[in-house]
């Protein structure tokens, strides 16, 4: 199982080099994933020891007039029979005249591929259905500019899609991939021949848990995000956890609170161009079932001269904790909670 897992750590070194080179043309921001891995791959749903209850908002480029803003409510849940999970999302974002309104669905299955007192390795796939409501107020635009595409009323559409995702867990480690588009779906609003079908959106993602001390640990993560066509980006991030409180009974080091300080290097792989794209500091901390987290998004492009970065916060609850999964002969702990 070992050597199995470094197999998969090649492939996505491989998939790094590979998806530079691909040529493309939009790819969505997925920054409030250092939150909750659920954003981008729904298999996370069901990974985690908890049902989790998140609120997360962005607001981005402050000081700039109607700059992006988005909110998600968000939850997830192992089910009964320990063998899955559901979780999903509703959410709202808002930038300018343009407004969408939307929620997803997230079912997972997990399959238990070794369990040992000291190892598992666990697979899970999961699948999600979005519903999007797009809204495009132009009442507010000048009339005395002519264009022939503006109604100066209020136009809304209704964009389906659907994403699926696989991760393989090998004891404190992870590597998986979800794509997103899957359904061959053009938003209405536009001509389409303008606005061709949404491309498919791939994320490679991994992560590993290093135990630095008896209650210190230092969790790097990394994902590639392209849309295999020219549009690609590198994440790299970084957090230091430090916890604290009476340990809860496992073989993995397991602690009711803890605080952690973070920060996540973002830029581009496009076809022929790469360049930094932000820095973001980040900071938070859970009392029992209780979590509040706080990233700051330094921009590193020309942007950043005309605001003052972009503000992230999440809120959240942990409820019905489970320490154990009963898998195999042992009681074998299930992936940590907001790895």
Known sequence: MLKMFKH??????????????????DLPVHEQYMFDYMLVNPSFAGLSEVTSVKMIH??????VDNAPNTSFLLFKHRLKGRSGGIGGYIFSDH???????GAQFTWSFQALLKSTRYDRAILSFGMSFRGLVHVLDETGFDKDIYDPIVTYSRLSTFVPNANAGVILSYNQSFIGASFDNLIPWTDRMYEITAEPINHVL????????????????????????????????????????????????????????????????????DWKH?????????????????TFMYLYDLGLTSLQL??????????????????????????????????
């Open 8 to 25: 998969f750590w090649i492939t996505l070194f491989l998939g790094i080099i590979t998806v530079s080179g691909l040529r493309g043309q």
């Open 58 to 63: 962005r607001e981005q480029w402050i000081g």
């Open 95 to 101: 930038n300018g005249p343009n407004s969408k309104y």
């Open 202 to 269: 791939m994320n490679v993602h991994t992560g590993h848990i290093i135990q630095l001390k008896r209650k210190m640990q230092l969790r790097p993560s990394a994902m590639v995000k392209t849309n295999f066509n020219g549009l690609s980006q590198l994440d790299v991030n970084v957090k230091l956890h430090i916890m604290g409180g009476k340990e809860i009974n496992s073989i993995y080091l397991r602690f009711p609170n803890e605080v952690w300080f973070g920060a996540s290097y973002r830029q581009t792989l």
């Open 274 to 290: 790469s360049s930094a794209l932000s820095f973001s500091p980040a900071v938070g901390f859970s009392v029992k079932a209780f």
């Open 306 to 339: 005309y605001h003052s970065g972009t503000h992230q916060i999440c809120v959240g609850i942990k409820l019905f904790p489970d320490q154990y999964v009963n898998w195999g002969k042992n009681k074998t702990p299930i992936f940590t909670e907001d790895f």
